[in-house]
């Protein structure tokens, strides 16, 4: 007797829709499923109630693929708009020389892909450094492997008055960094052709307890030339 899967994806979608809530822009994030499903937008620091488990459990459940060559275009520059992420765009005048940059805020604990010699020209698809954001004083455990090259510097940056470069060693690596509260850019810096990198993130307090994921998705971010 045939098996009847039950592939409703109703609830799944209302969740998708109670976690898209914002007060202002820089509450949106981008998130793109491991499992070929569509990408949505969401609230920077709704970690805690991530749908990753619903998405792996709907993927098993309905055949949907996990690949990483699953191409799903950007759903665009978000904007809060009556307390809900939508596409916006960059306005007219910034249009001529700017353009948006996706950057993955790094989910404590899992990995994200960047890509080495963040000076080359961006791509959609492609993102040139990790955030991670903090609100509290924090230890900063960095654990950075290339794939295919030698790197040659990680900077970690606040803003332009607060930098710190680590020289590189061959294959993986592991940084330690105390950190204020703020956000933080991880880059990667190479001498040959860009390639990418696997970051992981950790982080403690002093005391030594791990400090709960908050953050996550893609944020977009306006680059000029």
């Known amino acids: 007797m045939s098996r009847t899967v039950d592939c409703d994806v109703g609830a799944y979608l209302q969740q998708r829709r109670a976690a898209n809530f914002c007060d202002e822009d820089d509450d949106c994030v981008e998130i793109v499923p491991e499992q070929c499903l569509a990408p949505y937008y969401a609230n920077v620091a709704s970690a805690a109630a991530s749908l990753r488990g619903v998405e792996r459990e709907l993927a098993d459940r309905c055949g949907v693929m996990t690949s990483p060559a699953c191409v799903r275009l950007p759903l ?29 805020l790094l989910e404590l604990g899992r990995s994200a892909v960047i890509y080495s010699r963040p000076e080359a020209p961006p791509a959609w698809n492609v993102s040139r450094s990790a955030h991670v954001r903090l609100d509290e004083p924090a230890i900063l455990t960095l654990h950075i492997e290339p794939r295919g090259c030698v790197l040659s510097q990680i900077d970690l940056r606040l803003d332009p008055s607060w930098l710190r470069e680590f020289p590189a060693t061959e ?19 190479n001498a040959g052709p860009s390639c990418p990198v696997e970051v992981t993130a950790e982080l403690h307090r002093a005391d030594g307890t791990p400090v709960p994921a908050k953050y996550h998705g893609l944020q977009y971010l306006t680059v000029c030339d």
Do not use: F, I, N
């Open 76 to 104: 665009g520059v978000p904007r809060c708009r009556r307390h809900r992420c939508v596409t916006g765009e960059l306005d007219r005048e910034a249009r001529k020389r700017c353009w948006p940059s996706r950057v993955p």
């Open 171 to 189: 294959g993986a690596m592991t940084l330690t960094q105390e950190l204020e509260a703020g956000e933080y850019l991880v880059l990667a810096r």
